[in-house]
Nanobody, 124 residues
Framework: QVQLVESGGGLVQAGGSLRLSCAAS????????MGWFRQAPGKEREFVAA????????VYADSVKGRFTISRDNAKNMVYLQMNSLKPEDTAVYYC?????????????????WGQGTQVTVSS
């Protein structure tokens, strides 16, 4: 079992940056693949980025590739999402997710544990 708590959301102007953090409980954090998803009002939750248990493999949605970076620190039980060159269409609630496994995972149904989300609002 793992519990996830996101932080770092807020209001930022277009072109700005934010760094989201996800704090995970539990002693076996390094066994978990992690992902970031987002959900805008009236839309389905969508994949943003994922990272393997050891951090060696990362994948991104096309919409954020080159602007967002996912990383993790297993010693601190933390996952991060650095978001640069933010656009109004990045506005959403951002969720951290976890599952045991050796790969990187794209679909919400592949994850077992979720945080409560953090709001990111990008103004034009």
């Amino acid at each position: 079992q793992v519990q996830l708590v996101e932080s770092g959301g807020g209001l930022v102007q277009a072109g700005g940056s934010l760094r989201l953090s996800c704090a995970a409980s539990g002693r076996t954090f390094s066994r978990y693949a992690m992902g970031w998803f987002r959900q805008a009002p009236g839309k389905e939750r969508e994949f943003v980025a994922a990272i393997s248990w050891n951090g060696r493999s990362t994948v991104y949605a096309d919409s954020v590739k080159g602007r967002f970076t996912i990383s993790r620190d297993n010693a601190k039980n933390m996952v991060y999402l650095q978001m640069n060159s933010l656009k109004p269409e990045d506005t959403a609630v951002y969720y951290c997710a976890a599952r045991e496994g050796a790969g990187t995972y794209y679909y919400t149904t592949q994850y077992d544990f979720w945080g409560q989300g953090t709001q990111v609002t990008v103004s034009s």
